[in-house]
Protein backbone atom coordinates (compact mmCIF):
# COMPACT_ATOMS: atom_id res chain seq x y z
CA UNK A 1 0.00 0.00 0.00
CA UNK A 2 2.65 2.01 0.39
CA UNK A 3 4.61 1.87 -2.81
CA UNK A 4 0.84 2.82 -4.32
CA UNK A 5 1.07 6.43 -2.05
CA UNK A 6 4.42 6.63 -3.66
CA UNK A 7 3.30 6.68 -7.40
CA UNK A 8 0.95 9.48 -6.74
CA UNK A 9 3.51 11.86 -4.84
CA UNK A 10 4.72 15.02 -6.13
CA UNK A 11 7.72 14.22 -5.35
CA UNK A 12 9.22 10.55 -7.11
CA UNK A 13 12.29 8.50 -7.81
CA UNK A 14 12.66 7.63 -11.73
CA UNK A 15 11.88 4.14 -11.02
CA UNK A 16 8.21 5.08 -9.62
CA UNK A 17 7.82 7.79 -12.65
CA UNK A 18 8.90 4.47 -14.99
CA UNK A 19 6.20 1.98 -12.98
CA UNK A 20 3.15 4.70 -13.47
CA UNK A 21 4.25 5.36 -16.90
CA UNK A 22 3.50 1.55 -17.48
CA UNK A 23 0.30 0.91 -15.97
CA UNK A 24 -1.10 4.19 -17.69
CA UNK A 25 0.43 3.04 -20.90
CA UNK A 26 -1.54 -0.34 -20.69
CA UNK A 27 -4.65 1.17 -19.50
CA UNK A 28 -4.41 3.62 -22.92
CA UNK A 29 -3.61 0.73 -24.93
CA UNK A 30 -6.99 -1.08 -23.47
CA UNK A 31 -9.17 1.90 -23.89
CA UNK A 32 -7.67 2.89 -27.23
CA UNK A 33 -8.24 -0.64 -29.00
CA UNK A 34 -10.94 -1.61 -26.72
CA UNK A 35 -12.97 1.61 -27.99
CA UNK A 36 -12.14 1.50 -31.70
CA UNK A 37 -13.84 -2.33 -31.75
CA UNK A 38 -16.94 -0.30 -30.95
CA UNK A 39 -16.73 3.24 -32.48
CA UNK A 40 -14.54 2.33 -35.33
CA UNK A 41 -11.83 5.08 -34.26
CA UNK A 42 -9.19 5.40 -32.40
CA UNK A 43 -10.13 7.90 -29.50
CA UNK A 44 -6.40 9.00 -28.65
CA UNK A 45 -5.21 9.27 -32.14
CA UNK A 46 -5.23 13.56 -32.09
CA UNK A 47 -2.91 13.50 -34.66
CA UNK A 48 -5.43 11.28 -37.23
CA UNK A 49 -8.43 13.83 -36.03
CA UNK A 50 -6.44 17.19 -37.36
CA UNK A 51 -5.61 15.58 -40.42
CA UNK A 52 -9.20 14.41 -40.84
CA UNK A 53 -10.02 18.58 -39.68
CA UNK A 54 -8.25 19.92 -42.67
CA UNK A 55 -9.32 16.95 -45.41
CA UNK A 56 -12.90 17.89 -44.01
CA UNK A 57 -12.41 21.53 -44.64
CA UNK A 58 -10.80 20.86 -48.02
CA UNK A 59 -14.05 18.09 -49.15
CA UNK A 60 -16.54 20.89 -47.47
CA UNK A 61 -17.60 17.75 -45.56
CA UNK A 62 -19.34 19.36 -42.36
CA UNK A 63 -19.52 15.79 -40.54
CA UNK A 64 -15.58 14.86 -41.04
CA UNK A 65 -14.92 18.78 -39.98
CA UNK A 66 -17.21 18.57 -36.85
CA UNK A 67 -15.75 14.98 -35.71
CA UNK A 68 -12.66 16.14 -35.55
CA UNK A 69 -13.15 18.94 -33.82
CA UNK A 70 -15.21 17.67 -31.48
CA UNK A 71 -12.58 14.88 -30.62
CA UNK A 72 -10.07 17.66 -30.49
CA UNK A 73 -11.79 19.40 -27.96
CA UNK A 74 -13.12 16.87 -25.78
CA UNK A 75 -9.18 16.31 -25.71
CA UNK A 76 -8.16 19.84 -25.09
CA UNK A 77 -11.03 19.87 -22.14
CA UNK A 78 -9.39 16.47 -20.68
CA UNK A 79 -5.70 17.89 -20.73
CA UNK A 80 -6.91 21.47 -19.48
CA UNK A 81 -9.13 19.60 -16.05
CA UNK A 82 -5.53 17.17 -15.02
CA UNK A 83 -3.71 20.42 -15.62
CA UNK A 84 -6.12 22.55 -13.20
CA UNK A 85 -6.28 19.41 -10.83
CA UNK A 86 -2.65 19.13 -10.71
CA UNK A 87 -2.27 23.22 -9.83
CA UNK A 88 -4.52 23.16 -7.44
CA UNK A 89 -3.57 20.20 -5.56
CA UNK A 90 -0.23 21.81 -5.43
CA UNK A 91 -1.46 25.05 -3.97
CA UNK A 92 -2.94 23.38 -1.73
CA UNK A 93 0.45 21.72 -0.60
CA UNK A 94 -1.12 18.06 -0.54
CA UNK A 95 1.12 15.34 -1.19
CA UNK A 96 -0.77 13.40 -3.53
CA UNK A 97 -1.69 15.81 -6.36
CA UNK A 98 -1.75 13.56 -9.19
CA UNK A 99 -4.66 11.31 -7.18
CA UNK A 100 -7.41 13.58 -8.26
CA UNK A 101 -6.84 13.19 -11.99
CA UNK A 102 -6.64 9.64 -12.01
CA UNK A 103 -9.58 9.20 -9.38
CA UNK A 104 -11.51 11.36 -12.02
CA UNK A 105 -10.96 9.00 -14.67
CA UNK A 106 -11.44 5.89 -12.53
CA UNK A 107 -14.79 7.09 -11.94
CA UNK A 108 -15.54 8.18 -15.99
CA UNK A 109 -13.97 4.79 -17.31
CA UNK A 110 -16.56 3.14 -14.57
CA UNK A 111 -19.50 5.09 -16.03
CA UNK A 112 -17.93 4.35 -19.47
CA UNK A 113 -17.88 0.38 -18.36
CA UNK A 114 -21.72 0.50 -16.93
CA UNK A 115 -23.34 2.67 -19.40
CA UNK A 116 -21.49 3.04 -22.45
CA UNK A 117 -23.49 0.96 -24.66
CA UNK A 118 -26.83 3.86 -24.03
CA UNK A 119 -24.39 6.95 -24.34
CA UNK A 120 -24.13 5.36 -28.20
CA UNK A 121 -27.15 6.39 -28.82
CA UNK A 122 -27.03 10.22 -26.94
CA UNK A 123 -25.98 12.50 -30.35
CA UNK A 124 -23.77 15.66 -30.13
CA UNK A 125 -23.30 18.41 -31.81
CA UNK A 126 -20.54 17.13 -33.18
CA UNK A 127 -21.81 14.39 -34.99
CA UNK A 128 -20.51 11.61 -33.15
CA UNK A 129 -21.70 9.41 -30.25
CA UNK A 130 -21.28 10.84 -26.43
CA UNK A 131 -19.18 8.03 -26.33
CA UNK A 132 -16.32 8.97 -28.84
CA UNK A 133 -16.14 12.85 -26.44
CA UNK A 134 -15.73 10.89 -23.53
CA UNK A 135 -13.15 8.51 -24.71
CA UNK A 136 -11.12 11.33 -26.05
CA UNK A 137 -11.70 13.63 -23.04
CA UNK A 138 -10.11 10.31 -20.93
CA UNK A 139 -7.09 10.24 -22.83
CA UNK A 140 -6.50 13.71 -22.88
CA UNK A 141 -6.84 13.70 -18.85
CA UNK A 142 -4.49 11.17 -18.80
CA UNK A 143 -1.57 12.16 -21.26
CA UNK A 144 -1.68 15.47 -19.44
CA UNK A 145 -1.35 13.93 -16.04
CA UNK A 146 1.66 11.17 -17.51
CA UNK A 147 3.21 14.72 -18.93
CA UNK A 148 2.78 16.41 -15.67
CA UNK A 149 3.88 13.94 -13.58
CA UNK A 150 7.15 13.31 -15.58
CA UNK A 151 7.91 16.54 -16.70
CA UNK A 152 7.17 15.60 -20.22
CA UNK A 153 9.32 12.80 -20.58
CA UNK A 154 6.74 9.81 -20.66
CA UNK A 155 3.52 10.27 -22.61
CA UNK A 156 1.37 7.44 -22.24
CA UNK A 157 -2.13 7.99 -25.06
CA UNK A 158 -0.21 7.85 -28.74
CA UNK A 159 3.18 5.65 -28.98
CA UNK A 160 4.47 8.25 -32.18
CA UNK A 161 6.92 10.08 -29.86
CA UNK A 162 8.08 6.59 -27.85
CA UNK A 163 8.71 4.75 -31.55
CA UNK A 164 10.78 7.57 -32.41
CA UNK A 165 12.88 7.69 -29.27
CA UNK A 166 13.02 3.86 -29.15
CA UNK A 167 14.65 4.18 -32.55
CA UNK A 168 17.02 7.12 -31.80
CA UNK A 169 18.26 4.96 -28.89
CA UNK A 170 18.56 1.54 -31.31
CA UNK A 171 20.59 3.94 -33.49
CA UNK A 172 22.65 4.71 -31.18
CA UNK A 173 23.76 1.56 -30.39
CA UNK A 174 24.32 0.00 -33.83
CA UNK A 175 26.43 3.25 -34.22
CA UNK A 176 30.30 1.97 -35.03
CA UNK A 177 32.36 4.25 -33.23
CA UNK A 178 35.73 4.75 -35.09
CA UNK A 179 38.96 3.37 -33.35
CA UNK A 180 40.40 6.63 -31.72
CA UNK A 181 37.69 8.64 -31.29
CA UNK A 182 37.76 10.64 -28.60
CA UNK A 183 35.54 9.53 -25.18
CA UNK A 184 34.00 13.08 -25.46
CA UNK A 185 32.69 12.54 -29.26
CA UNK A 186 31.79 8.47 -28.61
CA UNK A 187 28.12 7.71 -29.62
CA UNK A 188 26.37 6.14 -26.56
CA UNK A 189 22.96 4.99 -26.48
CA UNK A 190 21.13 5.30 -23.25
CA UNK A 191 20.28 1.90 -21.70
CA UNK A 192 18.02 3.34 -19.05
CA UNK A 193 15.87 5.53 -22.09
CA UNK A 194 15.72 2.00 -24.30
CA UNK A 195 14.29 0.04 -22.08
CA UNK A 196 11.70 2.61 -20.71
CA UNK A 197 10.60 3.05 -24.55
CA UNK A 198 10.49 -0.58 -25.32
CA UNK A 199 8.15 -0.84 -22.27
CA UNK A 200 5.76 1.71 -22.67
CA UNK A 201 5.13 0.28 -26.15
CA UNK A 202 5.32 -2.71 -24.61
CA UNK A 203 2.65 -2.00 -22.26
CA UNK A 204 0.48 -0.40 -24.72
CA UNK A 205 0.30 -2.98 -27.17
CA UNK A 206 -0.58 -5.39 -24.62
CA UNK A 207 -3.45 -3.34 -23.30
CA UNK A 208 -4.72 -2.97 -26.51
CA UNK A 209 -4.85 -7.23 -26.58
CA UNK A 210 -6.44 -7.48 -23.49
CA UNK A 211 -9.49 -4.18 -24.25
CA UNK A 212 -9.69 -5.63 -28.07
CA UNK A 213 -10.29 -9.41 -26.32
CA UNK A 214 -12.63 -7.86 -23.43
CA UNK A 215 -14.55 -5.57 -25.81
CA UNK A 216 -15.19 -8.48 -28.54
CA UNK A 217 -16.02 -11.39 -25.86
CA UNK A 218 -17.43 -9.28 -22.91
CA UNK A 219 -18.27 -6.01 -23.89
CA UNK A 220 -18.17 -2.46 -22.27
CA UNK A 221 -18.32 -4.21 -18.87
CA UNK A 222 -14.61 -5.02 -19.46
CA UNK A 223 -13.35 -2.07 -18.67
CA UNK A 224 -14.82 -1.65 -15.11
CA UNK A 225 -11.51 -4.13 -13.56
CA UNK A 226 -9.56 -1.03 -15.08
CA UNK A 227 -11.29 1.43 -13.70
CA UNK A 228 -10.73 -0.41 -10.19
CA UNK A 229 -7.45 -0.78 -10.68
CA UNK A 230 -6.99 3.44 -11.09
CA UNK A 231 -9.11 3.99 -8.00
CA UNK A 232 -7.26 1.54 -6.33
CA UNK A 233 -4.36 3.55 -6.87
CA UNK A 234 -5.72 6.58 -6.32
CA UNK A 235 -8.25 6.78 -3.70
CA UNK A 236 -5.95 5.68 -0.17
CA UNK A 237 -3.46 9.05 -1.40
CA UNK A 238 -6.86 10.93 -1.46
CA UNK A 239 -8.37 9.87 1.61
CA UNK A 240 -4.80 10.58 3.38
CA UNK A 241 -4.77 14.19 2.15
CA UNK A 242 -8.61 14.45 3.32
CA UNK A 243 -7.50 13.50 6.70
CA UNK A 244 -3.88 15.85 6.87
CA UNK A 245 -5.45 19.16 5.16
CA UNK A 246 -8.33 20.96 6.76
CA UNK A 247 -8.45 23.14 3.70
CA UNK A 248 -9.46 20.28 1.87
CA UNK A 249 -11.97 18.72 3.97
CA UNK A 250 -13.39 22.29 4.01
CA UNK A 251 -13.40 22.46 0.27
CA UNK A 252 -15.28 18.81 -0.10
CA UNK A 253 -17.88 20.28 2.57
CA UNK A 254 -18.51 23.56 0.49
CA UNK A 255 -18.11 20.72 -2.46
CA UNK A 256 -21.14 18.60 -1.18
CA UNK A 257 -23.36 21.77 0.15
CA UNK A 258 -23.24 23.04 -3.44
CA UNK A 259 -24.47 20.06 -4.69
CA UNK A 260 -27.23 19.05 -1.83
CA UNK A 261 -25.34 16.06 -0.92
CA UNK A 262 -24.99 17.94 2.63
CA UNK A 263 -26.94 20.66 4.35
CA UNK A 264 -25.43 23.75 5.85
CA UNK A 265 -23.52 23.83 8.79
CA UNK A 266 -25.76 25.24 11.53
CA UNK A 267 -24.84 28.15 13.13
CA UNK A 268 -23.36 26.88 16.54
CA UNK A 269 -25.51 26.87 19.38
CA UNK A 270 -25.12 29.68 22.46
CA UNK A 271 -22.86 28.42 25.20
CA UNK A 272 -24.47 27.01 28.29
CA UNK A 273 -25.09 29.87 31.20
CA UNK A 274 -22.30 29.42 33.80
CA UNK A 275 -22.95 28.22 37.20
CA UNK A 276 -22.17 32.15 38.87
CA UNK A 277 -25.03 33.32 35.94
CA UNK A 278 -27.33 30.30 37.15
CA UNK A 279 -27.44 30.91 40.85
CA UNK A 280 -27.88 34.72 40.74
CA UNK A 281 -31.30 33.92 38.56
CA UNK A 282 -32.09 31.49 41.29
CA UNK A 283 -31.02 33.75 43.92
CA UNK A 284 -33.27 36.63 42.57
CA UNK A 285 -36.18 34.48 41.75
CA UNK A 286 -36.88 33.12 45.23
CA UNK A 287 -36.00 36.93 46.59
CA UNK A 288 -39.41 37.96 48.58
CA UNK A 289 -41.24 40.28 46.97
CA UNK A 290 -40.96 43.59 48.80
Excluded at 157 to 163: A, D, E, P, Q, R
Excluded at 238 to 261: C, G, Y
Amino acid sequence: MRRLRFLMGRHRAPSVDRTFGLLLAFNAGAVNAGGFLVLHMYTSHMTGFASQLADGLVLGNTVLVLNALGALLAFICGAATSAMQVNWGRQYRLRSVYALPLMLEAVLLLLFGLVGAITLTWHTPFAVPLTVLLLSFIMGLQNAMGTKSSGGKIRTTHMTGNVTDLGIELGKMLYWNRRGTPVAALVRHNRQRLQLFAGLIGMFIAGGLMGAAGFKYVGFICVVPLAALLLLLSLPPFLDDVRRSAELRQVLRALAVRLRLRKPDEAPAPPPASHQESSTRDTHANRPGP
